[in-house]
């Protein structure tokens, strides 16, 4: 395990618009207002992208990501923590529930996906924690590391 302790930052409220495209829009706003760190809750609507849902093989040495591209208005609600990079590079990580009807489905949004009508966003700030996304040669992605 992998720790830091850091302090609440600012509180930021975002209503996001249709066709805005996750994760860039987060990213962007991170990256204007100078946010280094934070956890993000997102309810709304979705309406078209892709997710990662799981690995293709989980015992293999290498991950491969399964995908699932999906269309059509879909409900949603996501979690997910925004940290910077080693290049400083705000990099969000969103998990998502999606539902249409009777069927749900559930993933990463790495891939990308966009707001249908509209999706509001919480993003409270995480300064001094000395957290950065840093590359991982064994998972081939940017995890979480203290400085």
Do not use: Y
């Not at 966009?114 to 996304?133: H, L, Q, T, Y």
């Amino acid at each position: 395990m992998k720790s830091a302790q850091g302090s609440m930052g600012r509180v930021f409220v975002l209503r996001l618009e249709d066709g805005d495209s996750l994760p860039g829009c987060i990213e962007q706003f991170a990256q204007d207002n100078s946010i280094k760190g934070g956890m993000v809750a997102l309810v709304g609507g979705i309406g078209a992208g892709t997710l990662v849902v799981g690995p293709e093989d989980g015992d293999a040495d290498t991950i491969v990501p399964m995908t699932r591209a999906f269309a059509a208005a879909h409900e949603a609600a996501a979690l997910g923590t925004l940290f910077v990079n080693a290049a400083g590079t705000p990099k969000l990580h969103m998990h998502t529930t999606l539902g249409r009807g009777d069927t749900t489905l559930t993933g990463c949004i790495r891939q990308g996906i966009d707001v249908w009508k509209i999706a509001e966003v919480v993003i409270f700030e995480i300064v001094d924690s000395g957290m950065v996304r840093k590359l991982d040669p064994t998972f081939n992605l940017e995890l979480l590391s203290p400085e």
